[in-house]
């Protein structure tokens, strides 16, 4: 099975100027543990639920501070056409719990969770109208 039949597809993913408190209500909605972040459509990181924690909340950071500010710029991520047993080896030996997923022409796809078998796939997300 590929890692697109079973990713989250993203089509609106956060940038960076998406507030902390947008973030966390769009990784609410999304059901997922990271979601990437983007500026001027490309790529530049991801922010899960352990970063809003432990570099917003635990620094004292405003909700309304930018998801820039506490995002990883190392992004684990895999190909939309990879075969998704392959996947779930490298989530584990990475202790990850999902990965981003690009094009072959590295162009955002969207999430693929470590438990999308057990959970059947999803639905589309559009992360930021989650956000609003």
Known sequence: MRV???????TEPLTHANTLREAAEALAQAR???????????????????????YGLARGLDAD???????????DWCYEDEDFRDITLRLADADRESLIVL???HRLAGVVAANAPARGGWGEVDVVEAAA
């Open 4 to 10: 697109a039949d079973l990713m989250t597809p993203v």
């Open 32 to 54: 997922l543990d990271q979601l990437p972040v983007t500026h001027d459509g490309r790529l530049i990181g991801a922010v899960s639920q352990a970063d809003l924690v432990d």
């Open 65 to 75: 501070s930018p998801v820039f500010a506490v995002m990883s710029h190392y992004i």
């Open 103 to 105: 094009t072959r022409d």
